[in-house]
Nanobody, 125 residues
Framework: VELVESGGGAVQAGGSLRLSCSTS????????MGWFRQRPGDEREGVAV????????YYAGFVQGRFTISRLNAAEMVYLHMNQLKPEDTGMYYC???????????????????WGQGTQVTVSS
């Protein structure tokens, strides 16, 4: 397994979590790294993506400034800092990677070929 997520858990609404993705070197060959989630009964959706240099960060509309994605290429890690969590943020969170020849790091799950196993986030009201 090349992408391994950790850091999920159960928190109360308003709480925070930091998700981590260990990439085992994969990060060096992929200019787009992203976090996605699948809520119960819903399709997988993009949460946040980040470009190779870290200068380009893109977030889904529902994030509303609450989450921050970051990557440390030297440490081969990608993070998602989540604040002000809401019950509707409950779901399985996945790390994903892709190579984009155009540098377009989309939020579309179908564009990403490499996925981790996911980490569960549960937010109670």
């Amino acid at each position: 397994v090349e992408l391994v997520e950790s850091g999920g858990g159960a928190v109360q609404a308003g709480g925070s979590l930091r998700l981590s993705c260990s990439t085992s070197g994969l990060i060096h060959g992929r200019n787009c790294m992203g976090w996605f989630r699948q809520r119960p009964g819903d399709e997988r959706e993009g949460v946040a993506v980040i470009t190779r240099g870290g200068g380009g960060e893109y977030y889904a509309g529902f994030v509303q400034g609450r989450f921050t994605i970051s990557r440390l290429n030297a440490a081969e890690m990608v993070y998602l800092h989540m604040n002000q969590l809401k019950p509707e943020d409950t779901g399985m969170y996945y790390c994903a990677a892709k190579w984009s020849p155009t540098g377009d790091c989309s939020l579309r799950p179908s564009d990403y070929a490499t996925w981790g196993q996911g980490t569960q986030v549960t937010v109670s009201s």
